[in-house]
């Protein structure tokens, strides 16, 4: 029997002996991961996660569908974490790749810096993230809203909260209370001129008999006459 004739019996013999041993290997990687937890998974799935800067270009035909994946992964780590540890050394990795990949997911902005502010007591990567939501969305109210937030409940910046309410303030769509916020911050943080400016401007422009009141009230603490 010649070497090719007998390479003609025994390669259909191998490769179904090698099918059979990779089918094998994928089951029992799947019932090993079956007896994981799902914190366990997770983490082992984000450890293989590089930085949003270095994914994007890897994904980039697929990117919406990638940005949908770690939206998931991240309501699924922080939903585990919050039932056990209360611990979220993963989540700035997280939040870092879903905002690279859809710069627009505001939503993802939103929720990102309210969870790593208060629940993983993360201000400052809180406000990175916000940062960089409002250099890609300079005309959503609500990135700049949520910074002023952070820094006037958690860091107690109140001129820097009275800074981020003004911008918000400024912006299509945003609460029109936005405004008064960010004088009373800036008075409260002692940035008085800003908040003299402001209130002078709510007193000179609005119809609103109360809210002239108010803002007349707030000028003559500041010590100015109106």
Same mark, same amino acid.
């Given at each position: 029997?010649?070497? *090719?004739?007998?390479?003609?019996?025994?390669?259909?013999?191998?490769?179904?002996?090698?099918?059979?041993?990779?089918?094998?290997?994928?089951?029992?990687?799947? !019932?090993?991961?079956?007896?994981?937890?799902?914190? *366990?998974?997770?983490?082992?799935?984000?450890?293989?996660?590089?930085?949003?800067?270095?994914?994007?270009?890897?994904?980039?035909?697929?990117?919406?569908?990638?940005? !949908?994946?770690?939206?998931?992964?991240?309501?699924?780590?922080?939903?585990?974490?919050?039932?056990?540890?209360?611990?979220?050394?993963?989540?700035?990795?997280?939040?870092?790749?879903?905002?690279?990949?859809? *710069?627009?997911?505001?939503?993802?902005?939103?929720?990102?810096?309210?969870?790593?502010?208060?629940?993983?007591?993360?201000?400052?990567?809180?406000?990175?993230?916000?940062?960089?939501?409002?250099?890609?969305?300079?005309?959503?109210?609500?990135?700049?809203? !949520?910074?002023?937030?952070?820094?006037?409940?958690?860091?107690? !910046?109140?001129?820097?909260?009275?800074?981020?309410?003004?911008?918000?303030?400024?912006?299509?769509?945003?609460?029109?209370?936005?405004? +008064?916020?960010?004088?009373?911050?800036?008075?409260?943080?002692?940035?008085?001129?800003?908040?003299?400016?402001?209130?002078?401007?709510?007193? +000179?422009?609005?119809?609103?008999?109360?809210?002239?009141?108010?803002?007349? +009230?707030?000028?003559?603490?500041?010590?100015?006459?109106?």
């Amino acid at each position: 029997m010649t070497q *090719t004739t007998i390479w003609k019996w025994t390669l259909p013999i191998i490769i179904v002996f090698l099918c059979g041993l990779a089918i094998w290997t994928i089951q029992f990687n799947l !019932d090993l991961q079956h007896h994981k937890s799902i914190e *366990t998974r997770i983490i082992e799935e984000l450890m293989y996660f590089p930085s949003g800067k270095f994914l994007k270009p890897a994904v980039i035909e697929y990117q919406s569908s990638m940005a !949908d994946l770690v939206w998931l992964r991240a309501i699924q780590y922080y939903g585990q974490h919050l039932m056990t540890n209360q611990k979220y050394e993963w989540l700035g990795h997280i939040f870092d790749i879903l905002s690279t990949l859809d *710069t627009r997911f505001i939503g993802a902005y939103h929720f990102g810096s309210l969870v790593l502010a208060w629940d993983a007591h993360q201000v400052f990567p809180a406000i990175k993230l916000l940062n960089q939501g409002m250099s890609y969305n300079p005309l959503n109210w609500q990135i700049a809203f !949520d910074a002023a937030f952070i820094n006037y409940m958690l860091t107690k !910046d109140y001129v820097t909260a009275g800074y981020y309410f003004e911008i918000a303030s400024k912006l299509p769509e945003t609460w029109k209370i936005t405004e +008064r916020w960010a004088a009373f911050s800036y008075a409260k943080g002692g940035a008085n001129p800003m908040a003299i400016e402001i209130w002078s401007s709510i007193y +000179r422009t609005t119809e609103n008999r109360k809210l002239k009141e108010l803002a007349e +009230r707030e000028l003559i603490k500041l010590g100015i006459q109106p």
